[in-house]
């Protein structure tokens, strides 16, 4: 047979067999490793070098040969998720289970600090999902795979956290490295003054409140609104703005829905937009989710320096910086708490020269509730495709899906943090990993 058809792999795995059973170890992995040496492939040569480690532990009976082997597939192809598997399953048949926990956590961990520093591919959740398999963590694999799926285009079902994803508590996992606590306490406690200061035009939108036919989608509206501790919030329709949600201001609270996406039959893109601004709404970021990326440090300096007067903010025009100044301190119409000038401080220590980011970040974090919330990162991502213009929605899968995903910053986020540790714990707080 193998005279006839050298390259068949099944009929050298047969004969590997019989010589095994005969006794003759040697010349059974011999045989295998000739198999290797006239691999054509890198799929096949990684084939044939995990088949040749298990022909040395389980027919040559030589463990120690074995691991060398399984550990230089593993050298030569770190990421790939089926030699992982092949060597921590041997660790496992070995009773090495302290070992196979060390290479779980390091192989996840090399895989996300990959995803951070942005190189995003497939290859890297298929590794997740194969960590939290042998975990035995059965949310977190779900979860991989079905953001690997999701990054073709495919729906696998999720359980989802609904309206209490909104709970503040979750804020410390949810937000954005650059929404830190002293921000998010900052405009807690006075991020009103910049909606004041900067407030949307609803005329100019042509925004209305909903018709007394919608009530019964208001009421739901409201609803949702109140798990996220916004009461009186009032919800308008606008046909000039598309089909998007606009959190337009925290004080008093108010949300604008794009007529077309009121009308829209995607249901879960829907909630998805609305929980993503009522957590902006939430956490009274309004008018820094909307501000242009070019205008966010003016708009910041100034908004900092009337809490540290002493403090000279870099890379602003100074009559520009005045300007703005005066435009919010015409806005400060309430008392503010006395730590304010305080965590401005700790604001101005820790933004740096990212002010421009800091839109996107607070978009980040909408999302990422949005995404606890609804569960599905394919309607996520539609969901962030029509935040961003493209009504059409992301493509439907093939390369150019993934090619969309890398290049938008908001979609790119929420695909690895649905991989990420922190979106694992505030699913198992809120009982979804059960």
Known sequence: MLKREPEDEGSVARLVQVYGRLGNRETAVQLQTDLLARAKTPDEKRQRTLALALVEEQIGGDKKRAEGTFERARKEWPYDSGVL?????????????????????????????????GR????????????????????????????????????????AAGPIAGDARLDELLAPELVRAPLRALLRKSGRILDAAYPVDLRALRAAPLPVSSAAFNSYVQQVASSFGIRGLEVLASSAIGPVCLPVSSGPPQLVFGQALL????????????????????????????????????????????????????????????????RIQGAMNQQLDDDVPVLALEVIGAIGNRASLLGTALNQWGNRTALLSAGSLVASLRGVALAGGLTAGPPKDGPERVKWIVRNPEARDLATFAVGEQYAEARSRLGLTR
Do not use: C
Not at 87 to 103: C, D, H, I, K, P
Not at 310 to 316: L, S, Y
């Open 120 to 159: 995003f591919e497939p290859g890297f959740f298929e590794v997740l999902a194969t960590v939290a398999e042998l975990k035995s963590s059965g949310d977190a694999a779900l979860v991989a795979r079905a953001t690997l799926a999701a990054l073709h285009g495919e729906e696998v079902a999720v359980p």
């Open 85 to 117: 598997r092949a060597l921590a399953e041997f660790q496992l048949r070995n009773g090495e289970s302290r070992v196979t926990q060390v290479l779980l956590d390091r192989a996840a961990s090399d895989a996300r600090r990959a995803l951070g520093t």
């Open 263 to 326: 009308d829209s039959e995607d249901d879960a893109a829907r909630y998805f937009l609305m929980i993503r601004s009522l957590k902006i709404l939430q956490g009274h970021a309004a008018a820094l989710s909307r501000t242009a990326p070019i205008e966010l440090w003016p708009v910041l300096a100034a908004f900092l320096s009337i809490f540290a007067p002493n403090w000279i903010p870099q890379g602003v025009e100074p009559k520009k910086l005045t300007d703005t100044q005066r």
